[in-house]
T-cell receptor, first 115, second 113 residues
Framework: DTGVSQDPRHKITKRGQNVTFRCDPI?????LYWYRQTLGQGPEFLTY????????KSRLLSDRFSAERPKGSFSTLEIQRTEQGDSAMYLC?????????????FGEGSRLTVL | AQKITQTQPGMFVQEKEAVTLDCTYD???????LFWYKQPSSGEMIFLIY??????QNATEGRYSLNFQKARKSANLVISASQLGDSAMYFC??????????FGPGTSLSVIP
């Protein structure tokens, strides 16, 4: 197991199209997080899961954003009707509940460019 | 509301000197955790150090130490003996009692030779 993997690494799309990102966490990790990061800014919380249960979704997110983790393993983040303001790096991270520090292990991110 | 504040957008430090990066947080939780992550220009997020809200001693990891002042709700990162490779963005983060993790806006550190 080599860590958290995200796919695709880069996505260029036209405004109005739908995009989906996939995240495969470290296999024994029960927590999974999604963040959005723009250049020079900190990761902005989007949503997180414990196993298959979505615990919280950011109130800043419009209804165009949805995330799932159907079997408590991989997760998908879908953005419908993309807008230019959605251009950003989308980061996925996982952790184990109950581990001493609960540190997040991050994937390399999926970069979205909306034209 | 739970929030992380990092008031130093950019910092410079001379190589081999120590530097302190500031972080304050706002929470009403009794149990929480504080992290520092480093993000070099390559983009990867690197975990540096962790402090639990009930830990009585300040955390240390090699050249990194966390100056935890619970009453003041601050968790400053101290990097000793700065190296050129320390040049990066540094993010303070907080894990809430429900395990949600939020990040601050970051501080850009530049180490000058």
């Amino acid at each position: 197991d080599t860590g958290v993997s995200q796919d695709p690494r880069h996505k260029i799309t036209k405004r109005g199209q739908n995009v989906t990102f996939r995240c495969d966490p470290i296999s024994e990790h029960n927590r999974l997080y999604w963040y959005r990061q723009t250049l020079g800014q900190g990761p902005e919380f989007l949503t997180y899961f414990q196993n298959e249960a979505q615990l919280e979704k950011s109130r800043l997110l419009s209804d165009r954003f949805s995330a799932e983790r159907p079997k408590g393993s991989f997760s998908t983040l879908e953005i419908q009707r993309t807008e230019q303001g959605d251009s950003a790096m989308y980061l996925c991270a996982s952790s184990i509940k109950g581990l001493n520090t609960g540190e997040l292990f991050f994937g390399e991110g999926s970069r979205l460019t909306v034209l | 509301a739970q929030k992380i504040t990092q008031t130093q957008p950019g910092m410079f430090v001379q190589e081999k000197e120590a530097v302190t990066l500031d972080c304050t947080y706002d929470t009403s939780d009794q149990s929480y955790g504080l992290f520092w992550y480093k993000q070099p220009s390559s983009g990867e997020m690197i975990f540096l150090i962790y402090q639990g809200s009930y830990d009585e001693q300040n955390a240390t990891e090699g050249r990194y130490s966390l100056n935890f002042q619970k009453a003041r709700k601050s968790a400053n990162l101290v990097i000793s003996a700065s190296q050129l490779g320390d040049s990066a963005m540094y993010f303070c983060a907080m894990r809430t009692s429900y395990d949600k993790v939020i990040f601050g806006p970051g501080t850009s550190l530049s180490v000058i030779p």
